[in-house]
């Protein structure tokens, strides 16, 4: 009796969370996987950035949200794939549709940049979206937010060209994921992040802008990465904010893993 009494308060508590108006535009702003400000919940939820903050501590409360701290800076972001299945069934019962929050980042800062040594923008999401589906990276239990190689990584990432022993020579931090600026959602960081970009550089898959963080994907750069990861890049039809976006390839069919669009994973999370 006392445990069905417990049960009971635990649903009315989380119900009570989620069916605040403003908490419930919250949460189905963060179900495209990215992190985002108080501030900018705060516009989502159209309240003061202080009421934002309070209704943020209240789904932090009930395990709904979490914090990460970058700099001066506080993202928050959905507890995990439980929270997300929660707001995603609540979601497909009301039959409401998400809609897309659009970014302000300039189109060819958002496809491909860098971010120090390594790379950053939605190539680099996928890439590491692609290293996570394909068993290449997992984390490791000792470190906060950090990857280790698996078996199939070293392979893999050998025969890409990298020198895995001379990366693991610094003393840095290996790998471990990177909260990405514009797409909110993490990439590669570390002495490995360094090491692939290095490699695109090498094999010209890339090219740096003379005056920006900017990189460009070359004509040989689409062609390795749909015949390697699967990724074909796509321009949207002509529209105010359209950006380059990462499809599924032909190439897929022979062995390469679909990197999709949504998060399929709750990647850790570490500063920009």
């Known amino acids: 009796m006392l445990v069905a009494s ?13 069916g605040e108006p403003a908490r419930a535009h919250i949460l ?3 179900m495209d996987g990215r992190a ?5 919940l705060a516009i989502v939820a159209d309240v003061s950035p202080s009421t934002a903050s309070a ?3 209240r789904l932090k409360e009930q395990n709904l949200v979490a914090v990460m701290a970058s700099g001066k800076h506080r993202y928050y972001r959905l507890q995990g794939p439980s929270a997300a299945a929660v707001i995603e069934a609540l979601t497909v019962f009301a ?3 998400q809609e897309d929050v659009p970014s302000r980042v300039p189109d060819r800062l958002r496809t491909a940049r860098s971010c120090y040594d390594h790379m950053a923008g939605r190539l680099a999401v996928a890439l590491h ?3 996570i589906d394909r068993a290449w990276l997992k984390a490791d239990e000792s470190k906060k937010d950090a990857y280790e190689l698996t078996d199939l990584g070293n392979k893999a990432l050998t025969e890409l060209g990298l020198d895995i022993d001379c990366t693991r020579a610094p003393r840095r931090r290996f ?10 959602r993490p990439h590669l960081g570390g002495a490995l992040g360094a090491a692939v ?25 689409r062609r390795e990465l749909i015949a390697r990861f699967g990724l074909c890049v796509e321009r949207t039809p002509a529209r105010t904010g359209s950006h380059p976006e990462f499809r599924p390839s032909v190439a897929a069919a022979s062995g390469a893993t679909l990197v999709r669009d949504q998060p399929t994973h709750d990647a850790p999370f570490a500063g920009i």
Do not use: P
């Open 197 to 221: 970009l290095d490699v695109a550089f090498r094999r010209k898959w890339l090219l740096r802008d003379l005056d920006s963080r900017a990189l460009s994907i070359t004509a040989a750069g």
């Open 36 to 40: 985002r400000t108080s501030t900018e």
């Open 28 to 30: 189905v702003c963060l």
């Open 129 to 131: 979206d692609h290293f």
């Open 55 to 57: 209704h943020l501590a």
């Open 6 to 18: 417990s049960a009971k308060r635990s649903v009315s508590s989380l119900a009570a969370a989620i």
């Open 175 to 184: 790998a471990y994921a990177c909260l990405d600026w514009s797409e909110r």
């Open 95 to 97: 039959g409401e549709r």
